[in-house]
């Protein structure tokens, strides 16, 4: 360990070149696993955030439980979220008679929903909830009153973001009204892992006698839909981790071969060959060790810059595929360059002046 050490720091230029040349092996790699790992995350949040699991079922007409049996899902296992939308119809506002909107009815959780950040409290009073577009077209906020054509005066208390899951709700005026009452739809938020088998069972939910419920995904899942699961199992680099451990190592057998004079002279003094592959056991991990933490470093660095802050999650695959390819290397590289010395001694002591 003493002699590995002296050799390691005594050839600053030596270890300094592996080093860096490791580090960017081991670094390449963490970074394509880092890479891939954010786009299939960045999709997979795109995709949540536009309603991905989010499922309509369809009543039967004139189900008068529709609305009482959508809200019951609320709290449902796997159920994010669920509210009905009764049917809409055009509408007025008193005090603009030429804007014409949608107009609906619904019960509170369709809107956790449509807009899962919505935060509004229950007034008391008549409630109406705005798309964004129609609230910046009637210069109406949170606390404002509106009035209806033909209809009581309502409070404000919310203006919901629905563009990303519902765009044409942006334009309308949603009173909150208790589950009661024939529907138009149900919608329904499952949790990922439960959604395919929360879709197939929602038909049966709303199905009365012989008048069948119908339940379809709100996004369409063809050919075109992504799988991030079988992306990430099916990543070119995944098995990159044993070609980084087999070209580092290969790097360490070509700074032994010009060392070989060196080495030999370790044998010629009477040092086991099996003493010798533990030195160069030690010079490897002094090495690898050092790039490693500098290939954590500049991926992680990368991420930072480019992308967003990393978590643990990051920190974790990064170090998988480097930590990886470490291994394997640390296991190859003595080997190698006990395989480079082979052959007498005084073969390799020749070139040593």
């Known amino acids: 360990m003493h002699e590995a050490w002296l050799n390691v720091v005594t050839s600053p230029w030596r270890s300094g070149g592996l080093v860096l040349a490791m580090s960017a092996i081991f670094g390449g790699l963490a970074g394509l696993e880092l890479h891939e790992a954010n786009e299939l995350t960045g999709f997979q949040a795109s995709f949540l955030r536009a309603g991905g699991y989010v499922a309509l079922g369809i009543p039967a007409e004139g189900d008068p439980q529709g609305a009482a049996r959508c809200e019951a899902l609320n709290g449902q296992p796997g159920v994010v979220a669920a509210g ?6 055009p509408d007025t506002l008193e005090t603009a008679p030429s ?11 369709v809107l956790r929903v449509w807009d899962p950040r919505l935060r509004m409290q229950p ?37 919901a973001e629905v563009e990303r899951r519902n765009p044409q709700v942006a334009r309308w005026a949603l009173e909150i009204v208790p589950p009661a009452g024939a529907i138009q739809e149900c919608w329904v938020e499952f949790e990922p892992g439960a959604y395919e088998r929360g879709l197939a069972a929602l038909p049966a939910m709303f199905t009365t006698g012989d008048k069948e419920a119908i339940a379809r995904p709100y996004i369409r899942r063809d050919e075109f839909t992504r799988d991030p699961a079988a992306e990430w199992a099916s990543r070119p680099q995944k098995d990159g981790w044993p070609l980084a451990a087999g ?5 360490f057998a070509l ?13 010629a003094v009477g040092t086991p ?53 470490a291994l394997l290397a640390l296991a190859l590289a003595p080997a190698l360059g006990v395989l480079v010395v082979r052959g007498s001694i005084a073969e390799l002591l020749k070139d040593r002046g």
Not at 130 to 154: F, K, M, N, T, Y
Not at 255 to 267: D, M, N, V
Not at 283 to 302: D, G, N, T
């Open 84 to 89: 009905a939308v009764f049917a809409p119809e």
């Open 99 to 109: 804007v014409r909107f949608q107009r609906a009815a619904v019960t509170r959780g």
């Open 123 to 159: 007034s008391g009073e008549r409630e109406l909830v705005l798309g964004v577009a129609l609230a910046r077209e009637l210069a109406l906020r949170v606390g404002s009153w509106a009035i209806l054509a033909g209809q009581e005066p309502a409070r404000v208390t919310g203006v």
């Open 247 to 251: 070209v580092v190592a290969g790097l």
């Open 255 to 267: 700074t032994a071969w010009f060392r070989r004079s060196e080495l030999g002279l370790y044998l």
């Open 273 to 325: 060959r099996s003493s010798l592959m533990a030195m160069l056991a030690v010079e490897a991990l002094l090495v690898v060790v050092f790039a490693v933490a500098l290939a954590v470093a500049y991926a992680l660095a990368i991420d930072e810059v480019l992308r967003r802050s990393p978590g643990w999650e990051e920190v974790r695959i990064v170090s998988r595929a480097a930590g990886s390819a």
